[in-house]
């Protein structure tokens, strides 16, 4: 129940092209969606993030789209650039506060993306 | 620009000898995350401190692995003796967590290759 499901595994899109990654959750608790940017060599940092009170968040060309009801998430990316390829990360938490909850993330598995030109 | 740093970037060894991983957080943030990086199981959370304190290392294995900070400005994460499936990149994240405080990101650093043959 604390998985976070990701896919595609890998995506390899055209210059200028939207790139699509999604994720699923069970934990009906975690209320805060995050996604991490991984280029080679460095680690992972923030994107953008979500939390289930909107459906949709958009920043520049990126976009989450939250689906509560279904449990899913996604991110959208407009006009992809080959500066973008990159491991790309969903995550989830249960924000922590005095009824519980953990500052812990659970990362889902990544998705390779790869831009040509 | 504040950065969690990370040493060495890079360690080869051989099977059976300790290594030790050093992170710096970035100064002012309360908790301190190490992660283990590898192809197959992605991102695993080791052990995380919050305030110096252990507040959850049931992703390390015990034996082995043992995760400390002797000060605010450092964290170590010692292997002994080291194994070859050992090998990984692991990553040290920073953040703040505080009470009334809206989740506040991971700063990740760049993470230690390494490789125990």
């Known amino acids: 129940q604390q998985q976070v499901k990701q896919s595609p595994q890998s995506l390899i899109v055209q210059k200028g092209g939207i790139s699509i990654i999604n994720c699923a959750y069970e934990?009906?608790?975690?209320?805060?969606f995050p996604w991490y940017q991984q280029f080679p060599g460095k680690g992972p940092a923030l994107l953008i993030a979500?939390?289930?009170?909107?459906s949709e968040k958009k920043e520049g060309r990126f976009t989450i789209s939250f689906n509560k009801s279904a449990k899913q998430f996604s991110l959208h990316i407009m006009d992809s650039q080959p500066g973008d390829s990159a491991t790309y990360f969903c995550a989830a938490n249960n924000t922590p506060d005095f009824k519980g909850g953990s500052e812990k993330l659970v990362f889902g598995k990544g998705t390779k993306l790869t831009v040509n030109p | 620009d504040a950065r969690v740093t990370q040493t060495p970037r890079h360690k080869v060894t051989e099977m059976g000898q300790e290594v030790t991983m050093r992170c710096q957080p970035i100064l002012g943030h309360n908790t301190v995350f190490w992660y283990r990086q590898t192809m197959m199981q992605g991102l695993e959370l080791l052990a995380y401190?919050?305030?110096?304190?252990?507040?959850?290392d049931s992703g390390m294995p015990k034996d082995r692995f043992s995760a400390e900070m002797p000060d605010a400005t450092l964290a170590t994460l010692k292997i002994q003796p080291s194994e070859p499936r050992d090998s990984a990149v692991y990553f040290c994240?920073?953040?703040?967590?505080?009470?009334?405080?809206?989740?506040?990101?991971?700063?990740f650093g760049d993470g230690t290759r390494l490789s125990i043959l």
């Open positions: 994240a920073s953040g703040l967590v505080r009470q009334g405080l809206s989740n506040q990101p991971q700063h």
């Open positions: 934990n009906t608790a975690f209320d805060y």
């Open positions: 401190f919050r305030n110096r304190a252990p507040l959850d």
């Open positions: 979500i939390r289930p009170d909107v």
